[in-house]
């Protein structure tokens, strides 16, 4: 579903209102709370702004129906956007559903100065925490082990290698991602504390099955100790020498990671120009779970459907030390 498919199919927010019900509550509605079937509809009017600027303007947020549970001892209300990543938007889910059809189809991603600007949202911190939102449902897809032929590579995102002072930890801003990937498969990302021994060990034992066909990794020497600490059989250890400027020696390459890495540093560069390392977990969530889905014919409604199971972020949890 792309954007014309989106802005064709929701033109209004009940139009929206509807298709998450039928997602979230395939066989009927249902209390998020208590789980009972017993269901009141509750039909109000948008009604319109009662002060300020936008004052006899129809309000933009105002579900038009809600429901209330009749369980005796539960009585809750609630909508098809209560208690997930929607919950508490002051924005349409029009301009939700436009969002989140740009940024799955974005290759490099898109940035909440462009949505702004795009979608006609208020300000720029509002686009900036709706695509956060977005981000934290575009988590891994599955626990399922990488395996075949499997890629492993370490990058480093910040300052250039030459400036780092490394008597001053505070000025050591290099952070390190971890990219595993399967040979014409998923990738996974990993926003790593270190290159060391016993942190590639880690992903290594949780992420790659311990019947990989080979793994291939660059020269850096942590490696097949790593391996060797994971479980994993050091003679299906393949490696590259780039030091030599060997970049495929035979069916031996990290291409195929590298090309990921590639795509992430791009949209960092081209589309935010520079990002807060405490959100870099999320950021590559998003790359990560668009590069998985690059073959998929609709990245819509997974993700669409991921954003109703997750739980709701509070801005004040966003931006908290």
Request: glycine share 6%; with cysteine.
């Amino acid at each position: 579903m792309n954007l014309i498919d989106v802005t064709r199919q929701f033109k209004t927010d009940d139009d929206c209102l509807a298709y998450l019900e039928s997602m979230r509550w395939p066989d009927g509605i249902r209390c998020p709370v208590c789980g009972c079937d017993r269901i009141s509809t509750i039909t109000r009017k948008a009604g319109t702004v009662t002060r300020g600027k936008s004052k006899g303007e129809p309000r933009k947020n105002r579900r038009t129906r809600i429901y209330q549970c009749l369980e005796e001892t539960c009585k809750q209300q609630f909508s098809a956007t209560a208690g997930t990543i929607f919950n508490d938007s002051h924005l349409p889910l029009t301009t939700w559903f436009m969002a989140l059809a740009l940024i799955v189809d974005a290759k490099k991603s898109i940035s909440a100065k462009q949505l702004q600007q795009h979608l006609g949202i208020g300000s720029y911190r509002t686009a900036w925490y709706m695509a956060h939102r977005i981000r934290k449902a575009m988590v891994n897809e599955g626990s399922a082990e990488l395996t075949g032929i499997v890629e492993m590579d370490e990058t480093y995102l910040g300052g250039k290698i030459h400036n780092r002072h490394w008597r001053r930890p505070e000025f050591n801003t290099k952070q390190v991602i971890v990219g595993i990937k399967e040979r014409g498969g998923r990738v996974r990302f990993f926003h790593a504390p270190d290159a060391k021994i016993e942190t590639l060990a880690k992903y290594l034992k949780e992420h790659v099955s311990a019947d990989v066909d080979y793994i291939m990794t660059d020269e850096l020497p942590a490696y097949p100790k790593a391996l060797r600490l994971s479980g994993h059989d050091v003679e299906k250890h393949r490696t590259v020498n780039h030091s030599r400027e060997i970049w495929v020696d035979g069916n031996t390459t990290t291409n195929g990671i590298e090309s990921a890495f590639s795509l992430f540093k791009r949209g960092v560069i081209g589309s935010f120009h520079k990002i807060s390392i405490k959100h870099l977990h999320r950021y590559l969530s998003e790359f990560e779970t668009r590069f998985n889905a690059r073959k998929a014919d609709d990245r819509f409604n997974p993700t669409l459907r991921a954003m109703l199971g997750v739980e709701p972020m509070p801005y004040a949890e966003l931006v908290a030390d």
